[in-house]
């Protein structure tokens, strides 16, 4: 028996018709970049880490179990970050597009971003090799190249960037609407950010870098880098999203905030937390608390179109305040840095400059007659001022080692964790890189300490 | 008599890459009826078959060239994003080779007849979206991903003992017993996630192991193989341990036909021996205190569910990290506790993964077959049947829920959520031919 049957074979038959084959540069960096903004905004384990919430039937995020976190840093800033962003790089330069210079800076400069924020979470990662859809095995590199990598490409990056000409169009950067003078400025900021991180390993590249990033840096907080949310579900905050659209009562103020701000009568009070039965009080960190008991989140921050910042003003003066204490020569002294950070915090929030200006009358607040040596007393003011920044507030704390914090229930204060596991899938699915990564770095633990993370 | 059989078929497929693209399918199969060529009077029946084949497989459509997402705009920005899966334009058509040898024979007047057959199956190139690691980009990547291995021995066996003309009984018994084993994967690949679940659990194609197995959080073992507690009394557990196998050691089922005049009795009981399951439900009802296990007396007779200072708790068999026997109970008071849903810490995933054996009536049917004579001239044939399935699970291991009521799709065997009973159907029905 014999049957022959035949048809014509079209490759277009075997192409997807519902999405598209082809999209814009700009609609692959906006995508990214939402991204990235919307995690860093919605890891609000940063916010249990840095102890400024606690949780309330479910404890298990606040006893630094790491579930979800630990996959969802990776796959995040991975696939829907940065592999966004090489697509969109690899069209600009395909296209020849317009303002290619400016647009390559600002991509790379989020890359940037993107890859620091994995080293500064796990120390160790793919790098050199990542990205490579043939290569399922990359290696993992060693942190301080990363980091020392990372510094040159943003410093190459601000050079670049040419304030004449245009980047993104307003529509398509959801960031600073097209404004090549903001994205120079958060660049120039994020390079002074990552100096400070290396400070203690590698102080000759810290200073220098500190120095040209503090020369172009956010000074006020019109210039925040942050992305501007919107009033309406998929695009509101992801705060709102989580605690408002839920409709969950997972999270309270955390006592170990409270109980810091408390006495020194902080005006971010009524910014960041309600009160509860007239006064603020915070639920015991590390345990289950009573939803009911203790002071909710502010409206302020459950507010759907709030700014999603992530690099800050007042962030930018601690930072500049920190480099002057450690002898670096950008200008200013520490204690004029300090104040105005702490000024810029207030009325970031909401505060008036009458607020922040009694807040500083208080002897325990400047720089002068507050408690402790520089780093007690930047660590501690930083630490309250990141509230909305909280993954810069956890790692504050790694960094300078202050304010204390509280050991949950049946931990002691070295379980306190300084930095995320790798996830779980790794070591299944790529397993060789990934034990001899763990090895090097001293233990997939989360008590490892990073490169940075020295003194 | 010897017989051969030759058969091809061709194939062009437009879901494969357009150089890869075609594939054909062949088969060989000889047979030998042998009962002439021996001569034993006993054997009315007898061939031996061997066959060879090979098959070509496939792609769903739309995996070859890359498209993008869209999302949904950001005030004014439209937003494009790669997709999670990356596509692949250098895939080539699976293809499974088998092999398969037979006896087939009826002896003692054909009142006993045996089928037997062994198989060996090895499905090469298999086609498959492979979990990768997101730093390549992408979470999963259309690969054709190495080497499955089955092979297997099925037998069929039928009795009928009594063959009267009122009064007969037959017995028809079959038993399959399946191995299979990844043999080779993807690249340097050692394990491939073939689905993963809630309960921080993956079902994987592990090399050198069956596929299928459940990976998760594991118990802690000391050298001799005892289980680990922790100083809280809680099991310790272990990232990333394969917890469970989801395939069965074997299947089996009988079936006996009772015919008596015009009354016929059918049964049908279904076994299978081994296989694992993982129940989310398990997880979720003992963490949060549903099931009764989470309730009741404690080996000093006290309530579980009081505080330890007076006496409650549960004490987890075991021993603490030292080698000495457990001896701290674990509490049984709130939800973190010894029925806790764990994490990577402590209460490991297996503690809720279950035996999948089970003894089932199948089926049972009555029917009676309308005597001719009752039946007028128009109606050539009647009968009335009462047939059961699903009426009876004789044995199982896994608590609350039928071990086959999991997500079952495709590669997703061996994970319980949301277990609904099975339906036990009754039917009447009544056939009139005319």
Not at chain 2, 54 to 70: I, K, M, Q, R, S
Not at chain 2, 244 to 264: F, M, Q
């Amino acid at each position: 028996m014999l049957v022959l049957a035949s048809c014509e074979v079209d490759s277009d038959l075997n192409i997807d018709q519902k999405n598209p084959s082809s999209v814009p540069s700009s609609g692959l960096f906006a995508n990214g970049t939402r991204n990235f903004f919307d995690r860093i905004n919605g890891w609000h384990e940063n916010r249990l880490y840095a102890q400024y919430w606690a949780q309330t039937t479910y404890p298990e995020a606040s006893q630094y179990v790491m579930t979800g976190l630990r996959n969802n840093v990776w796959a995040t800033i991975y696939s829907n970050v940065l592999q966004d962003f090489k697509g969109a790089k690899e069209l600009i330069i395909a296209n020849n597009e317009e303002n290619a210079t400016n647009k390559l800076a600002i991509i790379d400069m989020m890359e940037v971003f993107a890859y620091s924020t994995l080293v500064d979470n796990y120390g160790d990662i793919p790098y050199t090799e990542a990205l490579d859809s043939d290569n399922a095995n990359p290696k993992y590199d060693d942190a301080a190249t990363i980091y020392s990598d990372l510094m040159s490409r943003l410093s190459a990056d601000i050079d670049n960037l040419d304030v004449t000409k245009a980047g993104f169009g307003a529509g398509q950067d959801p960031v600073y609407g097209g404004d090549v003078v903001m994205w120079k400025k958060a660049a120039s900021s994020l390079l002074l950010r990552l100096a400070l991180r290396v400070a203690d390993v590698d102080a000759s590249k810290a200073s220098a870098m500190a120095i040209k990033g503090a020369a172009g840096a956010i000074t006020v907080n019109d210039e925040n880098f942050g992305i501007n949310y919107l009033d309406a579900s998929p695009n509101t905050n992801p705060i709102y999203a989580d605690l408002v659209l839920s409709g969950r009562n997972d999270y309270v103020a955390a006592n170990t905030l409270v109980d810091i701000m408390n006495p020194l009568n902080d005006p971010r009070m009524g910014h960041y937390f309600e009160k509860k039965d007239g006064v603020y009080t915070g639920g015991e960190y590390g345990t289950a608390n009573a939803a009911s008991g203790f002071s909710a989140i502010s409206d302020q921050l459950k507010t759907a179109d709030l700014k999603g910042t992530v690099i800050s003003a007042s962030e930018v003066a601690f930072l500049k305040a920190e480099a002057v204490a450690r002898g670096i020569n950008l200008g200013g002294t520490v204690s004029v840095h300090y104040d105005n950070a702490i000024t810029l915090s207030i009325t970031e929030w909401g505060g008036s400059e009458a607020d922040a200006s009694n807040y500083l009358t208080q002897s325990s607040i400047p720089y002068a007659t507050a408690n402790g040596d520089w780093k007690e007393k930047i660590a501690t003011q930083k630490w309250i001022a990141m509230y909305g920044i909280p993954f810069e507030g956890w790692t504050a704390w790694r960094l300078l080692d202050k304010p204390t914090l509280n050991a949950p229930e049946g931990m002691s204060y070295s379980d306190i964790p300084t930095r995320i596991l790798y996830p779980t899938t790794e070591a299944q699915l790529n397993g060789t890189a990934y034990n001899s990564a763990a090895s090097k770095i001293g233990g997939d633990e989360k008590t490892t300490k990073l490169f940075w993370d020295k003194n | 008599m010897l017989y051969l059989d030759l058969t091809d078929r061709y194939d062009i497929s437009s879901a494969l890459p357009i150089d890869n693209n075609k594939y054909n399918y062949y088969a060989v199969s000889s047979s030998l009826i042998f009962d002439n060529l021996v001569n034993l009077p006993w054997l009315n029946f007898g061939k031996l078959r061997a066959g060879y084949a090979e098959v070509g497989n496939d792609l769903p459509a739309n995996n070859v060239y890359d498209t993008f997402a869209v999302i949904d705009n950001f005030g004014s920005s439209s937003l494009f994003s790669y997709p999670g899966t990356k596509a692949n334009s250098n895939l080539v058509p699976e293809r499974t080779k088998e092999i398969e040898v037979g006896l087939e024979t009826k002896m003692f007047n054909n009142k006993l007849s045996l089928d037997f057959s062994w198989y060996k199956k090895n499905t090469e190139n298999q086609l498959m979206a492979v979990s990768t690691t997101t730093a390549t980009g992408f979470s999963r990547k259309w690969v054709n991903a190495g080497e499955i291995q089955n092979k297997g021995v099925e037998v069929g066996l039928n009795y009928s003992p009594i063959r009267t003309k009122d009064f007969s009984w037959d017995i028809n018994v079959n038993w399959s017993r399946n191995r299979n084993l990844v043999v080779s994967l993807y690249g340097e690949t050692e394990n491939i996630v073939l689905a993963s679940y809630q309960g921080s659990i993956t079902i994987n194609a592990t090399k050198g192991q069956p596929y299928g197995v459940i990976r998760g959080f594991g118990f802690k073992y000391d050298n001799n193989g005892n289980k680990i507690v922790d100083a809280n009394g809680y099991y310790k557990s272990v990232s990333d341990q394969i917890i469970g196998d989801t395939n069965p050691e074997w299947n089996g089922g009988i079936t006996n036909s009772i015919k008596y005049k015009n009354l016929k009795l059918n049964f049908l009981v279904d076994v299978q021996k081994g296989g694992d399951v993982y129940s989310l439900d398990m997880h979720y009802g003992q963490g949060t205190g549903l099931t009764s296990n989470t309730g009741g007396l404690n080996e000093l007779g006290n309530p579980i569910r009081n505080s330890l200072a007076d006496g409650g708790g549960v004490l987890n068999v075991g021993v603490t990290e030292d080698g000495a026997v457990n001896t701290t109970r674990a509490r049984g008071d709130y939800y973190g506790g010894a029925f806790y849903w764990g994490n990577s810490s402590r209460n490991p995933s297996a503690m809720t993964v279950y035996d999948a054996s089970y003894v089932k009536l199948r089926e049972l049917a009555l029917a009676y077959n309308m005597p001719k004579t009752l039946l007028g001239d128009k109606v050539s044939s009647a009968s009335l049947s009462l047939v059961g399935r699903n009426l009876w699970i004789i044995s199982k291991n896994v608590p609350y829920a039928d071990p086959e009521s999991g997500l079952g799709a495709g590669n997703a065997q061996g994970y319980l959520s949301g277990s609904y009973p099975t339906y036990r159907t009754v039917g009447l029905s009544l056939n009139i031919e005319f």
